[in-house]
């Protein structure tokens, strides 16, 4: 037990790291899409606890599984590939008189879980993405829109375009070209796809791309300025959302001639995406990660929530399509349950974002025999003070509770500035100590 | 510009009605013309009097990227005679559209799948049209996309159009499973339309739209 815990400490301390690689190499990492249902890690609201991270705003739980060691490439420029997980699963479209709802259309390694390094999209240019505006999809999965100028009444410069975002992001439009704040620069190809990394002194990471007939990636071919090479290559999935999905992550490794493969293994189910009119869809869910060391993740098909849509989802969270359970390497295992995250009704015009559904319940399960329930996590949200907070207290094992205010006013009159603290995390309603404020 | 194409085209085809010129009519069909401005589709070069199938399917993207999917399915007759139908709808056409046209009187079709924003003409994930094998086994749409806007138009006689979904109503199995087979015959007429008939006709015009991709099928029935 006490050597599992161990292992797993390792493969936290390891997806710390990741984030934080990810954070230095796409800058502060938030959404954009609107709040209540972002994917990503939160910008402000992330409450990360290992290889998961729970969005304290939303709910929304992210896993972040590297694929092989980081690359350094420059002194600043390094890539490490990642499997990321985001529990917002379904995105909604209205279609007459109703909605469909359907996988996000981004993920391309089974429902919910996604392999990239980032990915550029012209406005009204993809059939993945819905957007007017130029958006960075990030390595995560959250999206950063682009302004023509860095703050509103500037003197815009053409073909130019910022983020707003605090991830101070600029993009060069002619060029498909996005500097970050650390000075690295990303090249996109014509549909939006990652075609190079480059530092000012002249080191480079470069994909290429292989397409089938309809234009869908089938492989990716990774090489470096120090001449390494790696794949990532992609398997029919036998569904429409998507296509193609990620088979094997093939690695160059450090210092040797040998190859390491990851190879994904995936199961097709049907399942009733929530929101949506009650269609089920044929889709791919990843149910195993074998590693290049014989060990490995798995998922099987058990270890998501399969059940349909609840009758009331506004009082029952929908957990349909979500993971349930990830066992680790060690053995041990992770668990998650969901529920309801609700947020005031003036804060968007569509009634399936007035709820998330997020983590209701994090659990630590050690292998055994028998397997044993271990520490747990506990999250209970509530809207305060008329709508205008968002409380959500979270129970650590210890049994200490902390309390996470989020602003969510929506209707001030006369408008003043906490317009502007939607998914800010802040209470007006704890003094500062004077007894003043 | 596009919309003063239109006007100019229909001050052309008023001056050629009132000099009574049928001479023009004789000659080859013109090619159609479909003209998008605003929230209004136009089609030029159309059998003067005649019908023309409108099909639209708009994936119009709001303020808060949330997609709203518009179809529309009418047929739109030339009552002016001036050779130009127009057709305005309750929204301006966004820049992910798929628009077909087809003057029923001479088949000739026109089609709007805007190049920029990456939007194409694919082949069936299936089958396609399917001939009935047996003795009054019925004529099918086979596919393996979860959702399609279909439109099948028989000139000289009208059109038939439905949202078909894998596992619904029109599927002739009725599960979800990986796609779908739709017999034509229940394909809703558009407009004044007689029944869907059991068979294509030879060179029936086929299009599917998947209102999520926005891709774009065409075929014509053998």
């Known amino acids: 037990m006490r050597r599992v815990g161990m292992r797993y400490q390792e493969v936290a301390l390891r997806a710390l790291l990741i984030a934080l690689f990810l954070a230095l190499a796409a800058g502060p990492l938030s959404a954009q899409e609107h709040l209540n249902v972002a994917r990503g890690f939160g910008r402000y609201a992330q409450q990360g606890l290992g290889i998961d991270t729970v969005n304290s705003f939303n709910g929304n739980l992210t896993l972040a599984i590297p694929l092989g060691p980081t690359y350094p490439v420059g002194p600043e420029l390094s890539f490490q590939l990642m499997l990321l997980y985001n529990s917002q699963v379904w995105e909604l479209q209205n279609l007459g008189s109703g909605v469909f709802a359907y996988p996000s259309r981004t993920d391309n390694a089974g429902v919910g879980w996604r392999v990239s390094l980032g990915q550029l999209v012209a406005?009204?240019?993809?059939?993945?993405?819905?957007?007017?505006?130029?958006?960075?999809?990030?390595?995560?999965?959250?999206?950063?829109?682009?302004?023509?100028?860095?703050?509103?009444?500037?003197?815009?410069?053409?073909?130019?375009?910022?983020?707003?975002?605090?991830?101070?992001?600029?993009?060069?439009?002619?060029?498909?070209?996005?500097?970050?704040?650390n000075g690295i620069e990303h090249i996109f190809d014509a549909n939006g796809r990652l075609h190079r990394m480059e530092d000012p002194h002249g080191h480079y990471v470069e994909i290429n791309y292989s397409t089938d007939a309809?234009?869908?990636?089938?492989?990716?071919?990774?090489?470096?300025?120090?001449?390494?090479?790696?794949?990532?290559?992609?398997?029919?999935?036998?569904?429409?959302?998507?296509?193609?999905?990620?088979?094997?992550?093939?690695?160059?490794?450090?210092?040797?001639?040998?190859?390491?493969?990851?190879?994904?293994?995936?199961?097709?189910?049907?399942?009733?995406?929530?929101?949506?009119?009650?269609?089920?869809?044929?889709?791919?869910?990843?149910?195993?990660?074998?590693?290049?060391?014989?060990?490995?993740?798995?998922?099987?098909?058990?270890?998501?929530?399969?059940?349909?849509?609840?009758?009331?989802?506004?009082?029952?969270?929908?957990?349909?399509?979500?993971?349930?359970?990830?066992?680790?390497?060690?053995?041990?295992?992770?668990?998650?349950?969901?529920?309801?995250?609700?947020?005031?009704?003036?804060?968007?015009?569509?009634?399936?974002?007035?709820?998330?559904?997020?983590?209701?319940?994090r659990s630590l399960v050690s292998p055994g025999p028998p397997p044993t329930q271990g520490p747990t996590w506990l999250y209970n949200t509530s809207l305060a003070y008329l709508d205008t907070e968002l409380l959500n207290t979270v129970t650590e094992p210890s049994g200490t509770q902390t309390r996470k205010y989020f602003g969510v006013a929506t209707q001030v009159s006369p408008p003043d500035e906490r317009s502007y603290e939607y998914g800010l995390p802040l209470t007006r309603r704890v003094g500062d100590g004077t007894g003043t404020r | 510009?596009?919309?003063?194409?239109?006007?100019?085209?229909?001050?052309?085809?008023?001056?050629?009605?009132?000099?009574?010129?049928?001479?023009?009519?004789?000659?080859?069909?013109?090619?159609?013309?479909?003209?998008i401005a605003g929230d209004t589709v136009s089609v030029e070069q159309v059998t003067r009097g005649g019908n023309v199938v409108l099909f639209g399917v708009d994936r119009v993207v709001e303020?808060?990227?949330?997609?709203?999917?518009?179809?529309?399915?009418?047929?739109?007759?030339?009552?002016?005679?001036?050779?130009?139908?127009?057709?305005?709808?309750?929204?301006?056409?966004?820049?992910?559209?798929?628009?077909?046209?087809v003057d029923l009187a001479t088949g000739a079709e026109a089609t709007s799948l805007p190049s920029e924003t990456g939007q194409q003409v694919v082949e069936w994930r299936g089958a396609g049209l399917q001939r009935g094998q047996a003795e009054g086994e019925g004529d099918t749409i086979q596919d393996a996309s979860a959702i399609l806007e279909i439109l099948v138009v028989r000139p000289g006689t009208g059109a038939w159009s439905d949202e078909v979904v894998d596992g619904g109503n029109l599927d002739q199995d009725g599960a979800p499973d990986g796609g779908f087979t739709v017999p034509i015959d229940v394909l809703s007429p558009v407009a004044d339309t007689p029944a869907a008939t059991e068979s294509f006709a030879k060179d029936d015009l086929v299009y599917a739209v998947d209102p999520i991709t926005m891709t774009l099928v065409i075929d014509r029935a053998p």
């Open chain 1, 123 to 181: 406005p009204n240019s993809s059939g993945d993405v819905d957007n007017t505006q130029w958006v960075y999809i990030g390595a995560d999965g959250a999206r950063h829109h682009f302004y023509n100028t860095l703050h509103a009444g500037e003197q815009p410069a053409p073909n130019f375009f910022y983020t707003r975002d605090g991830s101070y992001l600029r993009l060069n439009a002619t060029l498909r070209k996005v500097a970050f704040p």
């Open chain 1, 214 to 361: 309809a234009g869908d990636v089938t492989e990716w071919q990774i090489s470096d300025s120090h001449n390494r090479h790696h794949y990532v290559r992609y398997q029919s999935s036998g569904s429409s959302f998507p296509r193609w999905v990620v088979k094997e992550v093939e690695l160059e490794a450090v210092a040797t001639a040998t190859h390491s493969k990851y190879t994904f293994s995936f199961e097709n189910q049907f399942q009733v995406p929530c929101s949506g009119q009650g269609t089920a869809l044929w889709l791919p869910f990843l149910t195993g990660i074998s590693q290049p060391d014989q060990t490995s993740f798995a998922m099987p098909l058990s270890d998501y929530y399969l059940e349909p849509p609840p009758a009331n989802p506004a009082t029952t969270a929908c957990r349909s399509g979500r993971l349930a359970r990830l066992t680790l390497p060690t053995g041990g295992k992770l668990e998650w349950d969901y529920r309801v995250y609700t947020f005031p009704a003036a804060s968007t015009s569509r009634l399936p974002w007035r709820r998330s559904t997020g983590v209701a319940r």
């Open chain 2, 1 to 35: 510009m596009r919309c003063r194409r239109v006007q100019l085209a229909g001050v052309f085809c008023a001056l050629l009605a009132s000099a009574g010129s049928a001479s023009a009519q004789l000659e080859e069909p013109p090619q159609l013309q479909l003209v």
């Open chain 2, 63 to 101: 303020a808060d990227d949330f997609p709203s999917v518009f179809v529309t399915r009418e047929i739109v007759r030339d009552k002016d005679e001036d050779g130009v139908v127009e057709l305005t709808l309750d929204h301006a056409v966004p820049p992910r559209n798929v628009w077909i046209a």
